[in-house]
């Protein structure tokens, strides 16, 4: 049973609507969409700050379980999802750093009945779970494994950062029995965490539009001096120049879910130019509208912080924007 949230209402709607099913094919009761279509959803998302288990229980879970392609789990866990009725945490990193780990330190002994033991960091939505998926190394190497968070040696911690709209834990597993999933271990998580990035890269850019559009709405109404603070030349370029980062964010993020959609070539590197990009015009944006603001946007009661803080945790969710930027290299040779 789904432990009780304030986003229940709303789970409850998104379920209904079909929008929890998206990436859920229709044999198992979803509507067998792509990335474009999630990439629409998120943005909106990302327009109102959601903070329920959007991007870990119908993006990145529904992306693990399709690439780890084992039939049992699709079978019990998919119709499930779309109807609303289970959420999924995926647990793989561990230490300071928020990508998976080569060899993860945490181990997964035996075969036949696996015991996990170790501890994962930065585990997006893990308090309100009714399954865990678990990246733990095993004596074939890597692998993924079903936990359930409610079983015997999980401990569940909610972690305290700067944006409360992300629930982010630790989870620590003292031989907690598991079931292996699939057989592609590593390299399922990191198709998942790619495919799941083009979702984490539509919030950014629709919450980036959003603080324009509050920092562009305030400017024309906030008189001083006689006039709108927006005909001030300043006021005007740091307008401009949210325009400018937000909507490049908005191309960046539709670009590559519809090349992802394709297979283009080039996918890899475009995504992790388009990480790095959107986490930095989302943090720009985020601190700019708090600027044209003045002194109300510093207050805790106004909505504008909201956003700076969600930029600053996306900006790290699923690596650095510098992490993402190497790799950007390594993709096209450099």
């Known amino acids: 049973m789904t432990k009780r949230s304030p986003d229940d209402d709303v789970w409850s709607e998104l379920a209904a609507m079909g929008l929890l099913g998206l990436l859920v ?3 198992y009761g979803g509507a067998g969409a792509g990335l474009v279509e999630v990439g ?10 959601y903070a329920g288990p959007y991007l870990s229980t119908a993006v990145l879970a529904v992306n693990l379980l399709l690439a780890a392609a084992d039939p049992a789990q699709c079978e019990a866990v998919l119709p499930s999802i779309a109807a609303g009725r289970t959420r999924v945490a995926v647990a793989f990193a561990e230490g300071t750093s928020t990508r998976p780990p080569g060899t993860p330190a945490t181990t997964a002994r035996g075969a036949a ?5 170790g501890e994962k960091r930065f585990v997006l939505d893990a308090d309100t779970a009714d399954l865990l998926y678990v990246l733990a190394d095993a004596e074939d190497g ?27 834990c630790v989870v620590r597993l003292s031989d907690a029995p598991a079931t292996p999933v699939g057989s592609a271990g590593g390299t399922a998580l990191t198709n998942a965490l790619d495919r799941s990035a083009v979702a984490l890269l539509g919030e950014q850019a629709g919450a980036a539009r959003f603080a324009m559009e509050m920092a562009r709405d305030y400017a024309k109404t906030r008189y001083q001096f006689g006039r709108a603070i927006g005909s001030f030349q300043a006021v005007k370029h740091m307008c401009a120049d949210m325009l400018l ?3 490049s964010a908005v191309s960046a993020a539709r670009h590559v879910a519809a090349a992802g959609t394709d297979d283009a070539a080039g996918w890899a590197a475009d995504l992790a130019l388009a990480q790095a990009y959107c986490s930095d015009a989302f943090v720009f944006v985020g601190a700019t509208n708090i600027q044209v603001h003045g002194g109300i946007g510093f207050t805790w009661e106004h909505p504008a912080h909201r956003y700076l803080r969600r930029a600053r945790s996306d900006a790290h969710l699923f690596g650095s924007p510098s992490w993402h930027r190497e790799r950007y290299l390594q993709e096209i040779g450099t």
């Open 245 to 247: 980062e937000a909507e």
């Open 142 to 168: 890597p692998g993924i494994f079903a936990v359930d968070p409610a079983g015997p040696g999980v401990v569940v911690e909610p972690l305290t950062s700067i944006d409360t709209s992300r629930r982010l």
């Open 113 to 117: 009945a696996p015991l996990i033991s």
């Open 40 to 49: 629409v959803v998120a943005e909106e998302l990302g327009r109102v700050l």
């Open 25 to 27: 094919p229709e044999q």
